[in-house]
């Protein structure tokens, strides 16, 4: 596409920002306004602030009877239909709890005023900074932008199952604990399941 001038677009473009330089800010701000769009819907918000639906998570009535987070549901579930196996109960116990990581926004004041109060050409300054989260405004009021979670740190895992008195039966339920968890062996315990129980 050429323009009455015979120059391309990216000429015209530059010839008008030269005559207005203000015109430099007015694109960034679009650009920056059109990346904080971009990112506000690929964060699950609309234009509206209306929050995408999305299925959360549910724990099975066992699950909350009995305590259970959803790994060792996951591993009970899985480590169940090992072959030879049998009833298989798990426990996970961890160094740490998860946490979840926020976005913040840093604010800069600065004061400066004239140290001795008559004007003169000595001045003091002092600065404050202060980090707040980062929030974005929905229908339930302003939620804090996610970054990303942190697992928690497992400490170890505890199996007990009927099949565990089998050397490979045990071999197989620590190799699939480990692969699932990714701790190392040596913290996954495989134990005998005692038939006086229920």
Request: aromatic share 6%; hydrophobic share 40%; charged share 25%.
């Amino acid at each position: 596409m050429q323009k009455k001038d015979g120059g391309t677009p990216a000429a015209w473009w530059k010839s008008q920002v030269k005559k207005h330089p203000a015109l430099t800010y007015v694109l960034y701000a679009a650009v920056g306004l059109a990346a904080v769009l971009f990112y506000l819907i690929g964060s699950g918000l609309t234009c509206g602030g209306t929050p995408k639906k999305t299925a959360a998570p549910t724990e099975s009535a066992e699950e909350k009877a009995d305590g259970r987070d959803a790994l060792e549901q996951k591993l009970i579930n899985v480590l169940s239909k090992i072959r030879g196996a049998g009833r298989v109960d798990v426990l996970v116990t961890y160094e740490t709890n998860g946490e979840i990581v926020t976005a913040t926004v840093r604010q800069t004041d600065e004061d400066v005023r004239n140290a001795d109060g008559t004007g003169g050409t000595e001045t003091s300054r002092s600065v404050r900074e202060v980090t707040e989260p980062a929030t974005v405004e929905t229908g339930n009021g302003h939620q804090p932008i996610v970054l990303y979670e942190k697992e928690p740190l497992i400490r170890g895992v505890i199996v007990v199952a009927e099949g565990a008195s089998d050397f490979s039966v045990r071999q197989k339920l620590e190799a699939a604990v480990h692969a699932a968890t990714g701790i190392p062996i040596d913290r996954i315990e495989v134990f005998e399941m005692s038939f006086a129980g229920p």
